[in-house]
């Protein structure tokens, strides 16, 4: 059976799985799109209404609905695929939502937990996604056993890189994961081969801890620390978005009883910075919050502007939340200076000048407004797949480049 529908076809050729049957979309001029539906896909798509308006799925807030809707997906998963990425990024890493039926046995309990956290979003930010994994990864090494005519030099590394496969169909792995990543295998090959098992455990448990502590903790104390010397009384300082070591920075320096504001931007689906909004308001410090739309606006109030980073590349470049690059482009327009803080483990020496060779697809449906009064009413685009000419890109990252840096501070260059 075909059909000249454009927009429908598999992950692997022109053709999607529904039923058990092949149902072959013939992919036709790139200008062109025929609206036209196969008749099982009709049929699905009725299905999907009736479903919806059943109240399963629409709503948020409603934890029912979700895992009724989220039941319902992992079901029909392999039934229909539709062909709706932009083609310009259809070499990037999409969304991933990780199902452990037919999940190796091998893989550990609490890295399985972990994988769905992560495919869910409800880990975010790369300290916060390293610091959970190296703390799964203690348990990991706490709990494994070296099988018999192997070493736990050889075999715990293949161990460990099972686990990291698992975690990467989850979501792709930040650079701060990939560099601690790195250290650990480092420290597993460096174990000597006349310690005992559970001693050899015990010391790669407690690198681990002091990886945590000396790269993480300590680097942000030093950070924060050198960030107080970059806020003056009267200052307006604009962030976007939500970084951790940047929110320490505006706690510690109000907490050293400064004079000055902050601003932050935020922007879709994510709306991260509300979160900075609450904290900096529950200790009383003087904040505003407004989305990316009003930023050449709000700039003219701005003295300063603080970026957190999800990497730093070797050309100087910052790799971190989109519509970072738009910020600090703004800032660069005005004269405002842009301060970085950046913790070391998270530099690498990989070289980006653009943010679609390399980057991360976030999940599609969080662009979507499907808020709703009550579970049984949906958002407009709520079916946005069944809308032959249109698409959605949710990219994760951009770049910016380090002409539009002024200082960029980490534990090593403390100022």
């Known amino acids: 059976m ?3 529908n454009s927009f429908l076809h598999g992950r692997h050729g022109s053709s999607c799985v529904l039923r058990g049957k092949n149902v072959e979309a013939k992919m036709g001029d790139g200008n062109t799109q025929n609206n036209s539906l196969t008749k099982e896909i009709k049929t699905k798509l009725k299905m999907e209404k009736i479903i919806k308006n059943s109240g399963i799925g629409v709503c948020e807030n409603c934890e029912k609905s979700k895992k009724q809707l989220k039941n319902f997906q992992s079901t029909h998963n392999n039934q229909i695929v539709f062909n709706k990425q932009v083609s310009l990024f259809k070499h990037l890493d999409g969304d991933r939502r990780v199902n452990t039926q037919g999940t190796s046995k091998d893989i550990h309990p609490v890295i399985l937990s972990l994988g769905l956290q992560y495919s869910e979003f409800k880990i975010c930010g790369s300290n916060a996604r390293c610091i959970f994994m190296l703390n799964s990864f203690k348990q990991v090494i706490q709990d494994y056993h070296t099988p018999s005519g192997t070493t736990l030099q050889r075999h715990l590394q293949s161990y460990i890189n099972l686990h990291i496969a698992h975690l990467v169909l989850s979501r792709p792995l930040s650079v701060s994961m990939r560099n601690a990543i790195r250290f ?4 597993i090959s460096n174990s000597s081969i006349d310690l005992g098992e559970d001693e050899a455990k015990n010391l790669l448990i407690k690198r681990i801890d002091r990886f945590i502590r000396d790269r993480i903790t300590v680097a942000d104390q030093v950070i924060v620390a050198a960030g ?36 932050v931007v935020d922007s879709r689906p994510g709306f991260e910075g509300k979160e900075c909004v609450r904290r900096l308001s529950r200790i009383g410090l ?3 919050y407004l989305t990316i739309s009003s930023l050449s606006y709000i700039m003219r109030e701005v003295t300063k502007v603080f970026l957190g980073a999800h990497a730093m590349l070797s050309n100087g470049a910052l790799y971190s939340r989109v519509g970072t690059s738009i910020v600090a482009m703004t800032a660069k327009d005005n004269n405002i200076p842009v301060i970085v803080f950046c913790e070391s483990y998270k530099f690498t020496d990989r070289v980006q000048l653009d943010s679609f060779v390399n980057n991360e697809l976030g999940p599609t449906d969080n662009l979507v407004d499907i ?8 958002g ?13 890109l949710n990219l994760m990252y951009d770049v910016t480049p380090a002409k539009f840096i002024n200082v960029c501070i980490s534990e090593m260059v403390g100022k």
């Not at 009064?373 to 949906?378: A, L, M, Q, T």
């Not at 407009?380 to 959605?392: D, H, Q, R, V």
Request: hydrophobic letters at 35%; glycine letters at 2%; aromatic letters at 10%.
């Open 371 to 378: 808020s709703c009064g009550n579970c049984f009413k949906s």
């Open 286 to 288: 003087t904040s505003t």
């Open 184 to 187: 650990l295998k480092l420290e």
């Open 2 to 4: 075909q059909s000249s």
């Open 380 to 392: 407009p685009l709520s079916s946005w797949y069944e809308l032959a000419n249109l698409k959605l």
């Open 228 to 263: 107080q010397d970059k806020i003056n009384n009267g200052d307006v300082i604009l962030t976007y978005s939500r970084s951790s070591i940047v929110e320490q920075v505006f706690i510690e320096a109000y907490k050293r009883h400064k004079l000055f504001r902050v601003i």
